[in-house]
């Protein structure tokens, strides 16, 4: 199994900041990734797909970057509605996995 | 506008069955995979399985083979997870999301929609 390790698991950030999330799988998975974002009580909402690729009606301060083993996702100027907690996922071969999530705090 | 719906939440004793559902509209059901979701009490996400309407083709999640059913009914373009026996482990939000691979494109390869979940509580 491939598995998909997201680092750091937690960041306190302000309103304007630039953030970056890593996510590294274990073997190669080309460019078969996505980053989904889920608020409290609510759905995960896909972010990013084809590692770089941005979702239709999602913000351009959101961008993804990354081939092989290691991506990023970044986000250029953090807004009140970007707290919240952020996976990867990778879609390689089967069985699929998701990172570990990432939460984006307030600080 | 591609939707899917999922059943209420559900209260159950522990060694009770269940059937959960996740009712797509919008778009040609019978041709994208359907994944299910698992989220643990404060946990992330785990994959449980993809079914494919069309033919109801699985794929499993080798952690969750034997404990899980997945179904399909495409005539009323529904998925179905079930169990036959419930633990308090299963305690946990359940997703469907559609996956994004079609019988002529598989590509990208994302869960584009997501249903809105449902709560699964096991207890005695």
């Known amino acids: 199994d491939i598995q998909m390790t997201q680092s750091p698991s937690s960041v306190s950030a302000s309103v304007g900041d630039r953030i970056t999330i890593t996510c590294r799988a274990s073997q190669g998975i080309s460019n078969w990734l996505a980053w989904y974002q889920q608020k409290p009580g609510k759905a995960p909402k896909v972010l990013i797909y084809?590692?770089?690729s941005l979702q239709s009606g999602v913000p351009s301060r959101f961008s993804g970057s990354g081939s092989g083993t290691d991506f990023t996702l970044t986000i250029s100027s953090l807004q009140p509605e970007d707290f919240a907690t952020y996976y990867c996922q990778h879609s390689n071969s089967f069985p699929l996995t998701f990172g570990g999530g990432t939460k984006v705090e307030i600080k | 506008e591609v939707q899917l719906v999922q059943s209420g939440a559900e209260v159950k004793k522990p060694g009770e069955s269940l059937k959960i559902s996740c009712q797509g509209s919008g778009y040609s059901f019978s041709n994208y995979w359907i994944g299910w979701v698992r989220q643990l009490p404060g946990k992330g996400l785990e994959w449980m399985g993809l079914i494919y309407p069309g033919d109801s083709d699985t794929r499993d999640n080798p952690s969750f083979q034997g404990q899980v059913t997945m179904s399909v009914d495409k005539s009323i373009s529904t998925a179905y997870l079930q169990w036959s026996s419930l633990e308090a482990s299963d305690t946990a939000m359940y997703y469907c999301?559609?996956?994004?691979?079609?019988?002529?494109?598989?590509?990208?390869?994302?869960?584009?929609?997501w249903g809105q979940g449902t709560q699964v509580t096991v207890s005695s």
């Open positions: 084809a590692a770089s």
């Open positions: 999301a559609r996956y994004h691979c079609s019988s002529t494109s598989c590509y990208p390869r994302n869960f584009d929609y």
